[in-house]
């Protein structure tokens, strides 16, 4: 530990509590999740099933060894994100190195969605969509 003089004393100060504490803080995913579905849902608009595919976790690509197949099977299973007409962010929740992601849509059809993103961190800290739950919820009043 090097000492601290004059007017580096609160610097010092400040680096030693960040030092001690920095440990304790974990940071919150959400972001870089938020960031991934984002991407994700701007590949199917695109049609780029290279980037699509790309977010998809090791689990994923097991059941869905070939970007193709996954493709055709979002484009099948998952047409309100395939083809959302508007979509927002709602609650997440973080369990270890799972996240949960609840994106709220409003489909093409004019039916409202809600979307459960399972997302699990990589080994090398990225994000990787795991699964994903739709469910149709009620709409809210006409504006």
């Known amino acids: 530990m090097e000492a601290c ?3 580096d004393r609160f610097c010092c ?3 030693h509590v960040l030092n001690l504490f920095g440990c ?3 940071h919150e995913p959400v972001d870089t999740v938020q960031s991934v579905i984002r991407a994700q849902i701007k590949a ?5 099933a290279d980037t699509a595919y790309s977010f998809a976790s090791p689990a994923i690509r097991t059941k869905f060894p070939d970007k193709v197949v996954f493709f ?8 309100h994100l395939y083809r959302p ?3 927002a962010f709602g609650r997440s929740k973080v369990l270890g ?14 039916k409202d969605w809600t979307a459960i993103y399972d997302l699990v961190e990589q080994p090398d800290g990225s994000y990787k969509i795991n699964g994903v739950m739709m469910l ?8």
């Open 72 to 79: 055709e099977m979002v484009k099948r299973s998952y047409q």
């Open 5 to 7: 003089d004059g007017q």
């Open 44 to 48: 199917f608009l695109e049609d780029d």
């Open 85 to 87: 007409g508007n979509f």
């Open 24 to 26: 304790c803080f974990r």
């Open 136 to 143: 149709q919820t009620a709409s809210g009043p006409q504006l």
């Open 97 to 110: 190195d799972e996240v949960f992601q609840e994106v709220l849509i409003s489909g093409s059809d004019g």
């Open 13 to 15: 100060t400040l680096s």
